[in-house]
Each structure stands twice: as structure tokens, then as C-alpha cells.
């Protein structure tokens, strides 16, 4: 499932000109505006391939004095952190993370990438479980979890759960939120 839907992502993203995509985001941002605004410290993550980029939505929420995370991992740890400020230095899967020494922060709103979101806000991601290992303790604490994708993502049908899944409350698209809760 997660093979297919990786290939679905593609394909779509490689039929988008640049300045398609570069609209499709800034209207991701759009939609997401009226959470941003509710938050104080929003995670994003810096995209890779066809992943879809939170970039403006959190360009935008900077210039509103908001502050902006990334997860960060050190060493050979499974278990990411989030910091804050801008992600300057390569880490695993050559993903771009903040300095090791960015200030740790607990963000209230997690904009989570994923391969795909299925009904009831279950998310499919990369397979290695490092989002569920810490977004758990997060949603204890008040956050909530918004799932980005291209609306292909969204998968509608169930998705075979795990006791560690940790469901969001929200899919957003550029073409619009759907909430779960
Ligand atoms: N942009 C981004 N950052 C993220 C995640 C993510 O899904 N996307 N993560 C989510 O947990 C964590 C990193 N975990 C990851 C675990 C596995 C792979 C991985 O297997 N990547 C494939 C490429 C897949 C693709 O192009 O989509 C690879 O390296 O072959 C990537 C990230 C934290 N940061
Ligand atoms: N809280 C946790 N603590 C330790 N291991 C965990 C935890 N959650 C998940 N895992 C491990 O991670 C593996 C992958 O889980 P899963 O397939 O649900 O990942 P995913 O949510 O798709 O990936 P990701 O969060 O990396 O994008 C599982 O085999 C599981 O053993």
C-alpha cells in the first residue's frame, strides 16, 4: 500500500509545471491560515521528492512571530526532536534539520507529513514509525495534528491500524481541511 501510494504521489507531482506546484502550496498555506493563527509554535518538516512543502505556510507563519520547529535527530537515535529555528544542516534520508544546539520546543500545532491519509485521520508514513514514537505524548499535552498531502493522499477507505498509530485531527489539501474530530 505504501509502494502504491509513494507511486500515485509521484505521478501526480511530476504532471505539475513548477509554478502549478508553487501555487498548490501557497494554497496549502491558505487553507491552513486560521490554524496557524490559533497556534504558537507549529513543526513542520523540510519536503523531499514529492512530498508537499509546508514551506509557505510556515514562511507566512514566521512573519506573524510565530515560531517555526523541525524535527531533528543526533546520532544514531530513532527518536527525533523538535527544534526550533531554520533547518540549515543535512540529517538522515538528507532531510534538513535545525543546529544541534536550536533551542528543543513542545509545538501546539504538527503539520505531519505522510504517504497517506485514510478515513478517521489514519496515517500511512515512511514506515519506521518515528513520527508515532513521538506524537503521542504531544497529543497528550494539548497539540493538534494536521496531515498534509496532495489530495490524491487521501486515501478514502480504512486503513489497517496499529496499537501505535497515532490518528490526526485534521487532512489538509490545497483544495481544502477535512477534520476527523
Ligand atoms: N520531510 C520529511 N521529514 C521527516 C519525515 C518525513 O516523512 N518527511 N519523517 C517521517 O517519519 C521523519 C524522518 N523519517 C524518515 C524515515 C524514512 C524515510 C525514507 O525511507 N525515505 C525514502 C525516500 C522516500 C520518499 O522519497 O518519499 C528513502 O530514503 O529511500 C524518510 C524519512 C522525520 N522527518
Ligand atoms: N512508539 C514507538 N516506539 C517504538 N517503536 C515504534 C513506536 N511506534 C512505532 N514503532 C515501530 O515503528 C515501525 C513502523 O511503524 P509504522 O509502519 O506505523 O510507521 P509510519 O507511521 O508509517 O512511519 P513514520 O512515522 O516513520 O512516517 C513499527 O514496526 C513499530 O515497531
Not at 507511486?7 to 509545471?17: G, I, N, Q, T, Y
Not at 521528492?49 to 530513532?78: N, Q
Not at 533547518?87 to 505531519?112: E, N, S, T, Y
Amino acid at each position: 500500500m505504501r509502494k502504491e501510494a509513494r507511486l500515485a504521489r509521484m505521478k501526480f507531482v511530476a504532471s505539475l509545471e513548477t509554478d502549478t506546484r508553487l501555487a498548490l502550496e501557497a494554497q496549502l498555506a491558505d487553507r491552513l491560515a486560521d490554524l496557524v493563527d490559533a497556534a504558537e509554535i507549529i513543526a513542520g518538516y523540510a519536503a523531499i521528492g514529492s512530498e508537499i512543502s509546508p514551506e509557505v505556510c510556515l514562511a507566512r507563519a514566521a512573519r506573524k512571530g510565530r515560531t517555526i520547529a523541525y524535527p531533528t535527530f543526533t546520532g544514531d537515535d530513532e527518536q527525533f526532536l523538535f527544534r526550533a529555528g531554520d533547518p540549515v544542516m543535512p540529517g538522515p534520508h538528507q532531510i534538513r534539520q535545525p543546529a544541534d544546539d536550536a533551542p528543543l520546543v513542545k509545538p501546539d500545532l504538527v503539520l505531519v507529513p505522510l504517504v497517506a491519509c485514510g478515513n478517521g485521520g489514519a496515517r500511512l508514513g515512511q514506515g519506521k514509525g518515528h513520527y508515532d514514537r513521538v506524537l503521542a505524548r504531544l497529543v497528550d499535552d494539548g497539540a493538534r495534528l494536521v496531515g498534509i498531502g496532495w489530495k490524491v493522499q487521501r486515501l478514502e477507505r480504512d486503513l489497517p491500524s496499529e496499537p501505535w498509530d497515532v490518528p490526526l485531527h485534521a487532512f489538509c489539501s490545497p483544495r481544502g481541511i477535512e477534520f476527523f474530530d
